[in-house]
């Protein structure tokens, strides 16, 4: 089980920003800017590689997702997304999350 998915599950505390049927959004618990999101669809998906085409309309919400809570957070005129994708290296947590990172 990966540690989102306990994040998802209650199982772990986190600040949890938003969230909606198939998506989470909570804080970064290190903050590589003032504000830091990660962006979790609760179906676990181990990398961006692992996505077929029945993920094609949960990863179009995680975009929508993200226009809607910079919009909530008054950040929408500034911020950036990345995906991490290298298993074992830059990928920390096999469960797919973008982050959402914004100096406003
Ligand atoms: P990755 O390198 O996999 O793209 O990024 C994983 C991110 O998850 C990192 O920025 C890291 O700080 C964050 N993270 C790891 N464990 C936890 C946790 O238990 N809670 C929260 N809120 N963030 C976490």
New binding site residues.
Partial sequence: MS?FTK?INRE?P??IIYEQENIIV?????P?AKT?L?IIPKKKIETINDLDNNDKELIADMFFVAKKVTKMLWISEWYKLW??VWKKW????MHI?M?LLSNL
């Fill in positions: 540690i994040i772990i986190s600040d909570i804080k970064d618990i290190n590589q830091h990660l995906f991490n830059w990928q920390e947590v999350h982050h």
